[in-house]
């Protein structure tokens, strides 16, 4: 079945420190992908999206993500976390039914 | 409207009764979708709808569960007789167009939700 997956379920950084989170997706072909957050008490919001074009997308806030189709990957990176960035990450992808697939979510938790 | 609108954003209610969830979508935007969102269950598709096109009820868990869209914008689903297994947030979003051959979809912009609790 075709399925995002994301590694992390919780991290814990210390403000400053750099982050990564991981999202693979299992199937080829085209695929359109994204990183939406939810902060705490508020809905999903988008972060980011890849359709085609350069792999290293930027969203807000200082996020971005890169595209690395020979990994099926699409991991979420920012240099220096801040407090304001706690908050539930989501992965998701269009499969090739035309539904969009979410990752388990991984829950960021930056001590200030 | 500026965004997804949802009502109620919160419901209680008793084991057996009926429920209705509403959705407000963007102005404009042709497909709206429906995903249930559990503790620990990440975020589960439930329905979504396409202009004119029949819905896609593929992620609907139970006959139990309905949706159904007027007059191409406001969309409404209904869970008949809850158990306390549909506690969750049921979240509505919408987008300008859905699924393409080419697999090009477009982004799906998320409402509150409801956050519905089954007693």
């Known amino acids: 079945a075709q399925s995002v997956s994301q590694h992390n379920h919780h991290v814990i950084l210390s403000e400053a420190a750099s982050l990564e989170l991981g999202c693979n997706y299992s199937y080829g072909g085209t695929v359109n992908l994204f990183w939406y957050v939810q902060y705490p008490g508020q809905h999903l919001q988008l972060l980011l999206k890849?359709?085609?074009?350069?792999?290293l997308v930027k969203g807000i806030k200082g996020f971005e993500a890169e595209f690395i189709k020979s990994k099926f990957s699409f991991n979420l990176r920012k240099p220096s976390v801040q407090w304001s960035d706690t908050a539930e990450y989501f992965c998701?992808?269009?499969?090739?039914?035309?539904?969009?697939?979410f990752g388990q979510g991984t829950e960021l938790s930056v001590k200030p | 409207g500026a965004g997804v609108s949802q009502s109620p954003s919160n419901k209680v209610t008793e084991k057996g009764k009926d429920v209705e969830l509403r959705c407000d979508p963007i102005?404009?935007?042709?497909?709206l979708y429906w995903y249930r969102q559990s503790l620990g269950q990440g975020l589960e598709f439930l329905i979504y709808f396409q202009g004119n096109s029949a819905p896609d009820k593929s992620g609907l868990p139970s006959d139990r569960f309905s949706a159904e869209r007027t007059g191409g914008s406001v969309s409404t689903l209904t869970i008949q007789r809850t158990q306390q297994e549909d506690s969750a947030v049921y979240l509505c979003?919408?987008?300008?167009?859905?699924?393409?051959?080419?697999?090009?979809?477009?982004?799906?912009?998320f409402g509150p939700g409801t956050r519905l609790t089954v007693l």
């Open positions: 979003a919408s987008s300008r167009i859905s699924r393409s051959t080419g697999g090009n979809t477009d982004t799906q912009y």
């Open positions: 102005s404009g935007h042709t497909a």
């Open positions: 998701a992808a269009y499969n090739q039914g035309g539904k969009l697939i």
């Open positions: 890849y359709f085609s074009g350069d792999p």
